[in-house]
């Protein structure tokens, strides 16, 4: 065994620098994108994308914020995956945002709302081909109990049948948006147009500039 041993180091020993090196680096990189996850998640620093100021005024009045029990959920708790590497390809991915966020009038409050289902449909997609997994980092289905009748039940039953948590549970945090199966856009056009005192049809004439 011994001599296995010193053969072994005696023919790779050349590669040692190498495999040190590579060692530390690897080690090295993983610090880097842990410590690039917790700044990236932050509310302060998904802030500074001036259209995310809208977001973060909803957010500051839900539960996920305000909680009876003083837990709360940060904007990288809910919208980004959990373990490094997951969350590391949903921070690059986010470039689509950042490039949208560049080119686009996105910090225009009317440009925000009228694109906000689209927004809403595509973040309810995420949630639901990562299995809700963000929602499970802190709600563990065994434990909730719930105030209405079966509601243990009722979760056990759903998640045998393959559901996640954002088929049921959504606009808890920000402005309500119907589910997609229902929207219609000239309604939600209309609603924008009272809100900001538009002209009738300016709200599809500035949705279609924007697309």
């Known amino acids: 065994m011994k001599n296995w041993i010193v053969g072994l180091f005696t023919k790779y020993k050349r590669m040692l620098p190498w495999l040190a090196g590579g060692i530390v680096v690897g080690m090295a990189g993983i610090v880097f994108l842990v410590e690039f996850d917790h700044l990236t998640a932050t509310e ?3 802030t500074t994308c001036h ?3 809208f977001a973060a005024d909803e957010y500051r009045t839900s539960v996920h914020y305000n909680s009876r029990s003083g837990v709360r959920a940060i904007c990288g708790d809910c919208h980004v995956s959990p373990g ?3 969350a590391t390809w949903d921070h690059i991915m986010a470039y689509k945002d950042l490039v949208a966020e560049i080119t686009g009038d996105y910090g225009d409050e009317v440009v925000f709302e009228l694109h906000r289902p689209e927004m809403a449909f595509k973040t309810r997609d995420w949630f639901k081909k990562t ?3 963000t929602c499970l980092k802190c709600h563990v289905n065994e434990a909730i109990i719930g105030s209405r009748p079966h509601v243990r039940e009722l979760h056990t039953k759903e998640v045998q049948e393959g559901k996640t948590c954002i088929e049921c549970h959504y606009n808890l945090v920000h402005r309500k948006v119907p589910d997609r199966k229902t929207f219609k856009r000239d309604a939600w056009n209309e609603m924008i147009e009272q809100e900001f005192n538009l002209e009738p049809g300016e ?3 500035i949705f279609e500039r924007t697309s």
């Open 131 to 133: 299995g809700s997994a």
């Open 51 to 53: 259209s995310m100021d």
């Open 84 to 86: 490094i590497f997951a």
């Open 203 to 205: 709200a599809a004439k």
């Open 44 to 46: 302060e620093f998904c």
